[in-house]
């Protein structure tokens, strides 16, 4: 029944993007940032030119378009907020690239680099983000007093998003955050990192419903896709991750309080030289947190360290969590469809909490080898069962 809920509540989505397409395409004014003051030479700050472009489009009752023309256009830390916004539709459209400023530090304290919080039925549609992060991931290399950095794009209290064919390049920290929202759809995506840049995600949900992240590319130094709590209604559908940490649910468990996940389906992906395939994380102390109604369908893992993971017991240098158990509840899991390689010779590890043991974990023809050797698999507190050909030998 959950899952049909969700199929029903995609398809709803869709009808929703559907017609965000008609808006798109009938946006009525266009705002031209050149108008407004911005270069397209990489060099002259343009940040208040975007500012008044968005304030413009805003203003307006119709649906409008913000056109950013080839070219790089310098921004710094800017926040797009949608508290006052007539429009009723804001499509930004991107043909050149965006550029952080060379100095690491200026974006390196701010949270986010462009953000947009509390708006409703935007559109970003093309272009490129580069934030040149790689002088700050150097600084943290050497551990002399960096700044956390930024995330490069976020979304926070909003809805009726979309994210089409957007190049993410080298950000300080996560790329893309969708938080707090509803009704978002990410397509086309491609995200590139290297493969030892740290905190750099892909794509981030949290404390959301209803999002969908398809037909996307993504090479970055941690998660792929890192799923956080209070994620609702995810559907992850032909997406390619590597390099980088997998797809995670969690960390979870960071707070006593904090709300579940649920109704997350993820079909049709490649695992390319990744840490983790599948990864459920949980830190071992007290949460009101849960896991549940989660469906892994058919993958291709080529050389990963940890093709399926459960971890229940993450405790990082001892800190906060010795001699403690997991409270998240995890329940209602499927594999199905899942081959490949393993680069260890475990290729399927569940290793859950004492007090609260995975429940409902099923394993449908899955198919994982070691070296051209049968791989292993091992089992704590883990309940489920198997049905079709499942390789290794499962401990459930």
Known sequence: MALLMFRLRSLLLFIFLVSLDMNISSAKISYNVLTYGARPDGKTDSTQAFQDAWAAACGSTDSTMIYIPKGRYLLGAVAFTGGKCKSPGITIR???????PEDYRILGRAQNWLSFERVSGVSI??????AKGSPLWDCKANGSNCPAGATTLSFVNSNNIRIDGLLSLN????????????NVQVQGVRVIAAGDSPNTDGIHVQLSTDVVITNSSIETGDDCISIGPGTKNLWIERVSCGPGHGISIGSLAKTTEEPGVQNVTVKSTIFSGTTNGFRIKSWARQST?????????GATMINVRNPIIIDQNYCPHNLNCPNQVSGVQI???IYQGIRGTSA???????DCSLKYP???IRLQDVNLTYSNKQARSTCTNAIGKTSGQVQPDICL
């Not at 991107?94 to 952080?100: N, Q």
């Not at 950000?171 to 509803?182: A, D, K, N, P, R």
């Not at 947190?289 to 369908?297: E, H, P, S, T």
């Not at 260890?344 to 569940?350: C, G, L, N, Q, R």
């Open 125 to 130: 549609v093309g272009g490129a983000l580069d």
């Open 331 to 333: 329940s209602d899991v």
């Open 171 to 182: 950000s300080q920290m996560f790329h893309v955050v969708i938080y707090g929202c509803q």
């Open 358 to 360: 995975c429940t409902g």
């Open 289 to 297: 947190g849960f896991v549940r109604a989660i469906r892994f369908i």
């Open 94 to 100: 991107i043909d050149g690239t965006l550029v952080a």
């Open 344 to 350: 260890t010779p475990v290729a399927i590890k569940f």
